[in-house]
């Protein structure tokens, strides 16, 4: 399919029909020349698709949509067909029953994503000097697949700020929401970052801290070659648990971790509370050029705080030891607040088949970005940093 006489915009069920380095120069910011996270990277999506995460009967179809110019791969997205609404975190289920009850069919979907995962990135990929056209290649590819193969509609869902404001420009409906993000402001060490909040959150985290790591082992982290077989076997365990409690069925298969075992332990922190040779709980980051992304927590043991301590205060202090602009924890979570994390707002862009339909969901979409702008105010003002007229840096 071309969407311009130099553009032609193809589909591929498999990660493995695109070359590497090819999908991977699309994947690396301009900026930096690195993938700006692990997560659209070749090695990740294969890991997905090779462990049956993803494909067979998920729901999640890969349709990865290429756009090449003269021959040269220019831009990629990572896409799916969608039979159903989970693993995706920008929830439509509203929609989708909505739109079933009218008498609609709104699955299947084009879902362009990364599966399970709610961070924000880049989920138009283009090779450097084609920003532009190469945006704009992927969406109205998009778009015209939907068209060609009746769906309903299209989803770019934790996509860049930039990337959502050129959607918009193309007539795709805008969506927001909100997480929690922790911000470096160029901190030596823990102790300058706690100086910066309120006393009573100061010596709350102190506390909680101290409570954690008095749970009777050792807490260590792990990363690149530290990280053994028998570490996954244990991360399962943990993982299975979280899973199961959240989601009923874990979306991820043991498989996937052997993946990133192989390929991707070099982008892995694995933070663990260790009890002699055993590890009794753990908490999985991936690690990109300016973020540290914290994803999976579980335990076997309970103890007080230690959650906070694995996923919260362990990050903010790799963060800082490595001079990582920001930690991202995950989906939801108004305890992670009083924690130095922050509301940070995320953007998706949609694209809806029925003109009727699109005008309801356009109107729900205009209240719901006032909620959230609402919200994010509201959320700032209660956070733990000090006010400087209010109160001193003294404990």
Known sequence: MRVSDEIEIFLSPSINEFDVADWDACARAPQTGRAQDPFTTHRFIKALEESGSVGGQTGWMPRYIGARSNGTLIAVAPSYLKSHSQGEYVFDFAWADAYENAGGHYYPKLQIA???????????LVRDGYTEIGQAALIEGAVSIAERHGLSSVHATFCSNDEAQS???????????????????DYPDFDAFLSDLSSRKRKNIRKERETA??????????????????????????YQDTGGRKWGTPYLTRAFFDRLHEA?????????AMRGDTPVAGALNFIGTQTLFGRYW???????CLHFELCYYQAID??????????????QGEHKLARGYMPSTTHSVHWIADTGFRNAVSDFLDAERRAVDREVEILTAYGPFKNSQKESDHD
Request: hydrophobic share 40%; glycine share 12%; net charge neutral.
């Open 318 to 331: 790799y963060a800082i030891e490595h001079g990582l602009a920001r930690v991202e924890a995950g989906a």
């Open 167 to 185: 959607g918009k420009n193309m007539g795709l409906l805008a969506r927001t929401g909100q997480q929690f993000h922790w911000t470096n402001r």
């Open 213 to 238: 790591q008095s749970f009777g082992g050792e807490i260590v982290r792990l990363t690149g070659d530290q990280i053994q077989p028998h570490h996954w076997d244990a991360f399962w365990t943990f």
């Open 298 to 304: 579980g335990c076997t043991e309970h103890h007080p």
């Open 264 to 272: 991707m332990r070099d982008d892995v922190l694995l933070v663990f």
């Open 114 to 124: 990364v599966p399970f995962t709610p961070v924000s990135g880049r989920r138009l």
